[in-house]
T-cell receptor, first 113, second 115 residues
Framework: GENVEQHPSTLSVQEGDSAVIKCTYSDSASNYFPWYKQELGKRPQLIIDIRSNVGEKKDQRIAVTLNKTAKHFSLHITETQPEDSAVYFCAASIGGSNYKLTFGKGTLLTVNP | DAMVIQNPRYQVTQFGKPVTLSCSQTLNHNVMYWYQQKSSQAPKLLFHYYDKDFNNEADTPDNFQSRRPNTSFCFLDIRSPGLGDAAMYLC??????????????FGPGTRLTVL
């Protein structure tokens, strides 16, 4: 089955710095890669996603890059703010399925004022 | 607002006492999921419904069952909860028929405590 590795498990940055979280996946048939943000005690919320026919996608301060050959994708957050502090999960669609996901183990991002 | 609702938000049960968690959605999505999330871990898929078709993950314990009586509602039944079943249970939905149908929308979760 699909295996998603996520690094680092914790990341601490100063406000205004950039943060990068990286994920690798094992199933070459995966074609959808979402990122979820989960604040303490709250539901996971989609912040950005990318499909396999695209190499990069940006939405204001966040961007995701995908390298299908190497089977890795990354989340980039620029100009970090304290409210960016949360756990971030990457995920990959399972095989050819468009509706089942395997999640990485999460990265606890702390943005220090 | 269209949303995914879970009740109760907090559930305390005794070891071995059956418990049912509920999820409802106003998104009219045809796929519904149940995830188990333990502290500091990723959500783990237990099972999902694709329309009325039930799909169990291979490693989901037999202790966990689910019912989906209609499009809007889905239930998670834990027949004999053990201490290891204490976790946050997340319901999610997605739509198979729309262009951006991969996105999963999560409910707020039910935190289950087993005494």
């Amino acid at each position: 089955g699909e295996n998603v590795e996520q690094h680092p498990s914790t990341l601490s940055v100063q406000e205004g710095d950039s943060a990068v979280i990286k994920c690798t996946y094992s199933d070459s048939a995966s074609n959808y890669f979402p990122w979820y943000k989960q604040e303490l005690g709250k539901r996971p919320q989609l912040i950005i996603d990318i499909r396999s026919n695209v190499g990069e996608k940006k939405d204001q301060r966040i961007a995701v890059t995908l390298n299908k050959t190497a089977k890795h994708f990354s989340l980039h957050i620029t100009e970090t703010q304290p409210e960016d502090s949360a756990v971030y999960f990457c995920a990959a669609s399972i095989g050819g399925s468009n509706y089942k996901l395997t999640f990485g183990k999460g990265t606890l991002l702390t943005v220090n004022p | 607002d269209a949303m995914v609702i879970q009740n109760p938000r907090y559930q305390v049960t005794q070891f071995g006492k059956p418990v049912t968690l509920s999820c409802s959605q106003t998104l009219n999505h045809n796929v519904m999921y149940w995830y188990q999330q333990k502290s500091s871990q990723a959500p783990k898929l237990l099972f999902h419904y694709y329309d009325k078709d039930f799909n169990n993950e291979a490693d989901t314990p037999d202790n966990f069952q689910s019912r989906r009586p209609n499009t809007s509602f889905c239930f998670l039944d834990i027949r004999s909860p053990g201490l290891g079943d204490a976790a946050m249970y997340l319901c999610a939905t997605s739509s198979r028929y729309r262009g951006s149908y991969n996105e999963q929308f999560f409910g707020p979760g039910t935190r289950l405590t087993v005494l």
